[in-house]
Structure formats: C-alpha cells, structure tokens
C-alpha cells in the first residue's frame, strides 16, 4: 500500500480505556475464547494477558477471572481447556497472591476432571503455577496444595495424566 492508502491507525486499547473497551469491545474479545478453533482461542488469551498489562489487576479481577472461572464449570471440555490456557498465561502477569486465590482454584479443580486431557493439561498448569508460586515466595502454596493434586495424578488411571503429572512433579523438585 501507498501511503496514501493506508487505514488509518487503531485506538490501542490503553487510548480507549477499560471503560470504553468493556463497553465497546469486551464481548468480542470474549467471544474468541470460545472460539472452536484452537488456534483463536490461544490469540485470545494472549490478548487477555495484554490487556491486563494494560488495564491493570483490578481490571483481571472484575473482568478475566470471572470468564476462566466460567468457563472451568462449562460442559464443553474446550472451554474447560481454556480456563487452563488462561491460568498459565495471566499467572505470568498477576501478583502472586491472586495467582494463589483465583487461578491456582482453576487448575486444582480441573485435576479431577473425567476427561484425561485436561487432567493432564491441568497438571501441567499446577506445575507451571506451582513452580511461580515458590519462585514469588509462596513455596508453601506449592508444597500444600499442588504437590498433593499431581501425586494424586501421577497414580491416575490414564497413562497420560501419569506421565505428565510425573513431568510435573519432576519440575517441581527443581523449582
């Protein structure tokens, strides 16, 4: 394209603010994280952890908990799955503390779910939460509530959930 072509430029969303942005485009956003493609439902996760670098942990809180918690109830193991994507992601971007009270919740009950991949997705994001909980200073949020959730999975009764959870518990050793 020329430039005189060219489209203009898009708001970013620190230019819209939360407020605009959650009446103007949050239901989009959240729409992709429904998305049956994969690939759709990771951009939006990604996205979501943007935003809250954005908008801030309040924000998180009022906005993005609430879905992952949503969607760690839903019937289609898809959106399950999602939850967990998002609790990998936005723990990189939230304080440990809420990593601990709100996002650690997710995974642990997905532990249990009936299907095996996401036990062993949720497995692998106990590991992922676990060893950034010791890393912040929380070892015993870690040691009390992740360490026996992939034990009970490692002697799961799917091969998979086994092997992962093993995975994940060898991370921890080294965390």
Same mark, same amino acid.
């Given at each position: 394209? @020329? ?5 203009? +430029? ?6 819209? #603010? ?10 989009? *956003? %959240? ?6 493609? $994969? ?11 943007? =935003? ?11 906005? *993005?908990?609430? &879905?992952? /918690?949503? %969607?760690?109830?839903?019937?289609? $193991? ?7 994507? #998002? ?5 990189? /971007?939230? +304080? +440990?503390? =809420? ?15 009936? /299907? ?21 200073? =929380?070892?015993?949020?870690?040691? @009390?509530?992740?360490? +026996? ?12 959930? &086994? $092997? $992962?959870?093993? &995975?994940?518990?060898?991370? =921890? #050793?080294?965390?």
């Amino acid at each position: 394209l @020329t430039a005189h072509a060219r489209a203009p +430029p898009r708001p970013a969303p620190r230019q819209l #603010g939360a407020e605009l942005f959650d009446r103007e485009l949050a239901a989009l *956003c %959240s729409s992709w994280l429904t998305d049956s493609v $994969y690939a759709i439902r990771e951009v939006a996760v990604a996205n979501l952890t943007k =935003l809250v670098g954005v908008f801030g942990t309040d924000w998180a809180q009022q906005r *993005c908990l609430p &879905q992952l /918690v949503e %969607s760690k109830g839903h019937t289609n $193991y898809l959106h399950r799955m999602t939850a967990l994507l #998002g609790a990998r992601a936005l723990a990189d /971007v939230l +304080p +440990p503390e =809420l990593v601990a009270e709100s996002l650690l919740p997710i995974a642990l009950d997905l532990a249990a779910d009936p /299907v095996p991949n996401i036990r062993f997705n949720a497995a692998k994001t106990l590991a992922t939460l676990g060893a950034l909980l010791s890393a912040q200073g =929380l070892p015993a949020a870690s040691e @009390t509530r992740v360490r +026996p959730a992939l034990e009970a999975l490692a002697a799961d009764r799917d091969e998979d959930v &086994q $092997y $992962y959870a093993g &995975q994940a518990l060898e991370e =921890l #050793g080294q965390a």
